[in-house]
């Protein structure tokens, strides 16, 4: 019943760290639940009524950071946002 849910967004895959070199720890090794997936957090998300669902902390390597990406077009159709440097939510 929120009106707006702030959650992790850090990583996408489970384990985007270890694909791209950056690291041997999958996400939920470092505590963080990746966005994609059937038990992910957008999935997640998908059940909650809130009128506003924003991700946050970002990892560099999160591909929704790219405006064009498919993965930040699937965000779009599930209705969350992307949390950016000095966006300021209004309720």
Do not use: Q
Not at 30 to 39: E, F, I, V, Y
């Amino acid at each position: 019943g929120a009106d707006c849910v702030l959650v992790d967004g850090t990583f996408w895959t489970e384990d985007e760290m270890v694909r791209s070199g950056l690291s041997s720890k999958l996400a939920h090794e470092m505590g963080h639940l990746p966005l994609s997936g059937d038990a992910g957090m957008l999935a997640f998300l998908n059940t909650l009524d809130a009128r506003r669902k924003i991700v946050i902390h970002i990892n560099n390597s999160n591909p929704i950071l790219d405006d064009d990406s498919a993965e930040r077009a699937e965000l779009t159709r599930y209705g969350v946002e992307v949390a950016y440097d000095g966006m300021e939510i209004e309720l």
